[in-house]
């Protein structure tokens, strides 16, 4: 009974070993050089590369999706304007600082900000508050609410005088209702017993 155990296990590991053989490196790969080391400076320590070779990092942000420079907002930097292109979306505490949650209205973007941190090329967050946010943009203070008021509806037509008679009436008394609804439930009852006899 254990030997064909045995022979199964051996067989398993046979077929394990072959497949963990590595294959041989590429020819191209084997005669690679070495990577070379940076030159050490005065104190043993590798050099660091001349500042303006960072200068292409400061331009590719890290967290953007395509990591390409960002282009240039131009356009209007009124309160119409900023009201128009985002939405304050809500506040939030993170580590008890407030973060104000924006939203483009029109685009996908959503931005998380602290106070002093800038919204846009121009507007930066002033103040958080539970329900608002203040911006300001140099001399311009604009606040947000999270609740936007709606849009009034449309005031309704003007009514002839014989429509506005007619709804000029008083309605009728809670103790007349009260006796029409008595009489006609009595009807109904009395229509009900005569229906059985």
Do not use: C, H
């Not at 064909?4 to 067989?11: E, F, G, K, M, Q």
């Not at 394990?16 to 084997?30: K, S, T, V």
């Not at 846009?120 to 943009?137: A, H, K, R, Y």
């Not at 029409?180 to 009900?192: D, G, H, I, P, S």
């Amino acid at each position: 009974m254990r030997l064909p155990l045995y022979l199964l296990l051996l067989t398993s590991l046979a077929v394990g070993a072959q497949e963990a053989i590595p294959e041989p490196m590429p020819a191209d790969q084997a005669e690679a050089p070495p990577p070379v080391a940076p030159p050490l400076g005065e104190d043993g320590l590798p050099q660091m590369p001349p500042k303006d070779s960072f200068d292409e990092i400061i331009q590719r942000p890290l967290f953007s999706v395509n990591r390409r420079p960002m282009e240039p907002v131009v356009g209007d930097s009124s309160e119409s304007a900023l009201r128009e292109t985002w939405k304050l979306t809500g506040v939030v505490l993170v580590e008890q600082q407030p973060q104000a949650l924006f939203a483009e209205r029109t685009g996908e973007r959503k931005l998380r900000l602290g106070s002093g941190m800038p919204l846009d090329q121009s507007w930066l967050v002033e103040s958080i508050q539970p329900l608002s946010v203040t911006l300001t943009n140099g001399e311009q203070s604009v606040t947000m609410d999270v609740f936007e008021p709606r849009a009034l509806p449309p005031p309704e037509p003007e009514q002839s005088e014989a429509e506005s008679n007619e709804e000029a009436q008083p309605p009728a008394s809670i103790e007349s209702r009260t006796q029409r609804a008595a009489e006609q439930l009595r009807e109904r009852v009395e229509a009900l017993k005569g229906g059985l006899q």
